[in-house]
């Protein structure tokens, strides 16, 4: 069973950065589609980026040019660099495998 384990989010002042990281058990990162979404409490959660074994990436509108998804496949690892931050990238992130699994979720806040 594939296991997801997201870590680095936490508060930040609208402008700052954030790195999430989310380690995978297995060699899933190399082989599977990953990618990162984000819910806020009320809504859908949403696709944020995602990153196919060829390492082509898709990004959501509202934070492209902003956000960067990348993969370390010796560590097994996605990662999702945020810039730039505003409040309204305020949500949980989750770490997503396609089809196979999801992560526990991590906080991001952003203050104003």
């Known amino acids: 069973q594939v296991q997801l384990v997201e870590s680095g989010g936490g508060l930040v002042q609208a402008g700052g950065s954030l790195r999430l990281s989310c380690a995978a058990s297995g060699t899933i990162v190399s082989i599977n589609p990953m990618g990162w979404y984000r819910q806020v409490p009320g809504k859908q959660r949403e696709m944020v980026a995602t990153?196919?074994?060829?390492?082509?990436?898709n990004y959501a509108d509202s934070v492209k040019g902003r956000f960067t998804i990348s993969r370390d496949n010796a560590k097994n690892t996605v990662y999702l660099q945020m810039n730039s931050l505003k409040p309204e990238d305020t949500a949980v992130y989750y770490c997503n495998a396609k089809y196979v699994a999801w992560g526990q979720g991590t906080q991001v806040t952003v203050s104003s």
């Open positions: 990153i196919t074994s060829g390492g082509s990436t």
